[in-house]
């Protein structure tokens, strides 16, 4: 098993600002579509920044589904990043007709209310199934919010107009719905905290 760390590069993610967060903590990674990489992966990071639809025909063309469901399943360590949450699910109210990874059961809702998509800072509130995250202020950019059928994998949630989930933790799986890349120093202690225990 490698030591790197390896983000995901599927053509629709913020990658240079996930990079620049892991060299600040001296973070070995690489940024890779390799389907071998992501094998020999010691962790995963899978960045969010796109249409649900474009990142599932993305991973579909560079053939990289099986092997992101493979590494997962395997207990390999993942994080799933904004749309990186969003497409471990079944669908989503952004692309209707695309199947999601269905990794988790539950879909992807739009918000219908208030200014659409929330952008700026937002307050989380960690719920019990929590190892990473503080009740701290997070940078969102996001029109969707995921809705999962087994509420006992939510880690936090934030408000916008209504209570969404804002992360969830199951097993070697953490996704957040925020950019903790963005989020100064609480996305720093986030991601401190994953490295170290993942």
């Known amino acids: 098993m490698s030591n790197n760390t390896v983000i995901v590069d599927y053509n629709a993610g913020n990658l240079k600002s996930i990079a620049n967060m892991l060299d600040y903590l001296g973070e070995t990674y690489i940024i890779s579509s390799s389907k071998s990489d992501i094998k020999n992966a010691k962790r995963i990071i899978f960045p969010g920044q796109g249409h649900f639809k474009q990142a599932i025909e993305n991973l579909d063309k560079k053939k990289l589904i099986e092997p992101i469901k493979t590494a997962i399943s395997d207990g390999k360590p993942f994080l799933g990043i904004c ?34 998509p929330q952008i700026g800072w937002n307050k989380i509130s960690t719920t019990s199934n929590n190892n990473y995250l503080k ?27 209504i209570e969404f989930c804002s992360s969830i933790q199951k097993e070697n799986l953490t996704a957040v719905q925020f950019h903790p890349e963005k989020s100064s120093t609480a996305g720093m202690d986030f991601f401190k905290l994953w490295i170290t225990k993942s």
């Open 135 to 161: 009740n701290d202020f997070f940078y969102f950019v996001n029109s969707y919010y995921v809705e999962p059928k087994n509420k006992n994998i939510i880690s936090s949630t934030a408000k916008y107009n």
């Open 83 to 116: 749309l990186g949450l969003q497409i471990l699910f079944e669908k989503s109210e952004e692309a209707p007709a695309f199947e999601g990874l269905s990794i988790l059961e539950g879909s992807v809702k739009k918000f219908k209310q208030g200014k659409v």
